[in-house]
């Protein structure tokens, strides 16, 4: 077995491109989701070791110490970080000359022979599903036998192996909280909604719904939702409770948890007999006698994809969610004490200062507890980057998704709505948002019934407020 180091590199500071991160930039408040993507195939091979550099605050210098002892080493990148990494690989390389170092991530999967073309440093990157494809490698299997990558033979040629046949049985896959506990430090991990510490894992891959510019179901993931058992799911969150009993949160990042009412309710029931708080993913149209079972069996908050107010964006984006819908399940978790944190994109086909207005008037109306506002991102691979590219409203200057410094740019604009006034509406939507006299007794209000909400809010309002002076310099 080779000696085998998964990497997710060092980039700007704040960057939080995990393979977990739907929101590869620096974000308004300062967030680190775990690595789930590298720790999954870190699972599956023997003493290997996973660095997460970006939360663990680490610079090279004791990387390239460690890879002078290793045989392989596998880095996760993306779109926004595929350059910085490549330099990464090369100061691997040059640090042990008989590394064999691969990628892995959505950008490769898409992209892969223009991806070695630009990463001459890189010997081979996984496309779609990719841990089994890593276990293989670090096995000692000749490139040449392994499915689902693109390699470089030792004379420059790249080759194209056929694709590996996705995972259906996922009870087969290992629990990453092995790799969580030997390898990373639980309190580097922070998401503004989620309570501290927190974890998060996968119950299942893939998402069935279609929007245009969800990166993961489109590239690695696929549209079938394969899932876990919730007996398997119970177990490795037993595992965690004895490993982390300090735990305060668990959350669940597949695409849309809730895809699956009658398993999400047999999960929720599996919890329940732990007696542990959990949130996730969920689209904006759960039943509410779904939700009475999910509540009463430990929920605490749903992440919910909102998007847009505007009923013909949401067609547009084939979101396939109904406004008034997601009115009624809005309305339903407020009554039954679920808290949202809700996430909208501003710049999706279709938008106009009428419908930024609008979606604001929306969130506004409906409430979540928490938001947080992206801008629209055309990521290689998607549906939204193929309309962009064939329309024009993506140009190469803005390709890169974000600055130097890893905050989003504005990537796509339109004839009747530019760069600039897309960007500036974030923060239009940000202030008349969280600056109303109800939201900011709501923020007073649970701030002086918890020390630790003080402290925690006023550290967010900081960061949120350094954010905004960081947009207005780019």
Not at 77 to 96: C, E, G, H, I, Y
Not at 238 to 264: N, S
Not at 330 to 350: A, Q, R, S
Not at 355 to 367: L, Y
Request: proline residues 6%; contains cysteine.
């Amino acid at each position: 077995m080779m000696k085998t180091l998964f990497l997710q590199p060092p980039s700007f500071d704040g960057f939080d491109g995990g393979a977990g991160s739907r929101y590869q930039a620096k974000r308004e408040i300062k967030s680190f989701w775990f690595p789930t993507w590298l720790a999954q195939p870190a699972a599956l091979v023997p003493d290997s070791r996973l660095i997460d550099a970006p939360p663990a605050r680490m610079g090279m210098e004791p990387i390239l110490a460690d890879v002078k002892n290793r045989d392989l080493v596998v880095l996760h990148t993306s779109t926004p970080s595929f350059q910085s990494d490549v330099r990464v690989a090369q100061m691997l390389k040059d640090a042990n000359p008989n590394l064999t170092i691969g990628m892995v991530g959505a950008k490769v999967a898409v992209q892969p022979d223009e991806s070695l073309l630009k990463g001459a440093p890189i010997d081979f990157v996984a496309r779609n599903e990719f841990d089994f494809t890593i276990q293989e490698i670090a096995s000692g299997r000749d490139l040449a036998a392994v499915d689902g990558i693109t390699w470089r033979g030792r004379d420059g040629a790249i080759h194209t192996n056929k694709d590996r046949a996705l995972i259906h049985d996922m009870d087969t896959l290992p629990f990453v909280t092995e790799v969580y506990k030997r390898d990373l430090r639980l309190e580097d991990y922070f998401i503004g909604y989620l309570m501290h510490p927190y974890i998060s894992i996968y119950t299942g891959r893939g998402c069935k719904s279609r929007c245009t510019f969800c990166l993961w179901p489109q590239t690695v993931g696929g549209h079938v939702y394969r899932t876990r058992s919730p007996q398997h799911v119970a177990a490795e969150i037993k595992l965690a409770m004895q490993y982390y009993p300090q735990v305060r949160e668990f959350f669940f990042d597949d695409d849309t948890f809730t895809d699956d009412l009658p398993r999400a309710e047999a999960i929720a029931k599996e919890l329940g007999k732990l007696g542990v708080t959990w949130s996730c993913n969920a689209k904006a149209n759960v039943p509410r006698k779904t939700l009475e079972v999910l509540k009463d069996n430990g929920l605490r908050l749903l992440l919910v994809g909102y998007e847009s107010g505007n009923q013909q964006i949401l067609h547009n984006i084939k979101k396939g969610m109904r406004i008034e819908v997601a009115k009624q399940f809005t309305k339903d978790c407020h009554e039954l004490g679920i808290k949202i944190h809700g996430t909208f994109i501003l710049g999706l086909p279709g938008e106009t200062k009428e419908t930024i207005q609008e979606t604001i008037n929306f969130a506004k109306d409906i409430n979540p507890h928490t938001l947080q506002v992206s801008l629209a991102a055309p990521y290689p691979g998607t549906f939204l980057h193929k309309q962009a590219t064939e329309n024009g409203w993506l140009d190469a200057a803005n390709a890169e998704l974000i600055d130097e410094n890893g905050v989003q740019i504005a990537p796509l604009h339109y004839p009747h709505l530019s760069h600039t006034e897309i960007f500036d509406s974030v923060e239009t939507f940000y202030r008349k948002f969280y600056f109303r006299a109800p939201k900011i007794a709501s923020i007073v209000g649970e701030m002086v019934r918890s020390p630790q909400m003080m402290k925690r809010r006023l550290r967010e309002g900081v960061e949120f407020f350094q954010f905004l002076r960081d947009r207005h310099a780019a």
